[in-house]
């Protein structure tokens, strides 16, 4: 989704679960996380892939509603200026609002970014659970959104920690075709049609 398109402030998907239900507390940290119902068991499984591979892959977010969104946004705006756009979205122009989009975290960045504190950080492809998820997240079904080369067409920078379930037939045919959601969209929707 480019920032030229956005999402009803009202638009909340129907069939949101909690992933605490599915999850471990090692991996959802505790956080009341939601996602739609459609991306759980594949979720699930690649989760319990990761972990019987001996990672340790953490769940920061899932679902945000628009005046979650906010709330982040406007947290990142004060917390990290420099760096607000490269971590979140505007309200309304969020995948997370669409409920099928996760934030994954690593127990390796902090070290290796040199900060306690350091959630997001374009270092994560270089942990352990980065590089598990680019290489193996389309076989679940789940894609990267937002690729280093996509900057010009999405307007959003890299986010090696952020993947969308788009299904596993879909995820094998981007990858198959080298392509980003969003240049897949725009190649079959182009503007002025909205993806």
């Known amino acids: 989704m480019t920032l030229d398109y956005g999402i009803s402030r009202d638009y909340v998907p129907s069939d949101l679960v909690a992933l605490s239900q599915f999850l471990p507390v090692t991996v ?29 892959p953490t ?26 756009a490269i971590i979140s979205a505007p309200p309304g122009h969020s995948e997370h609002q669409l409920g099928t989009t996760i934030d994954f975290g690593s127990p390796e960045l902090p070290a290796l970014v040199g900060d ?5 950080h374009t270092n994560f492809y270089m942990t352990s659970e980065g590089d598990w998820l680019a290489k193996h997240a389309p ?25 969308r379930y788009v299904g596993r037939e879909m995820a094998a045919t981007l990858q198959a075709e080298g392509l980003s959601l969003i240049s897949y969209l725009m190649t079959i929707q182009p503007p002025p049609c909205i993806p």
């Open 116 to 120: 306690d504190e350091i959630e997001f």
């Open 59 to 84: 769940i920061i977010s899932g679902y945000r509603s628009y005046s979650s969104q906010s709330i982040a946004w406007n947290k990142w705006r004060d917390k990290q200026p420099d760096r607000a």
């Open 28 to 56: 959802t940290l505790g956080y009341p996380t939601t996602i739609r119902e459609i991306a759980v068991e594949p979720l699930m499984e690649m989760v319990d892939d990761m972990l019987g591979a001996g990672l340790r």
């Open 139 to 163: 076989d679940y079904g789940f894609v990267l959104s937002f690729p280093r080369e996509t900057f010009e067409l999405t307007g959003m920078y890299y986010e090696p920690w952020h993947f």
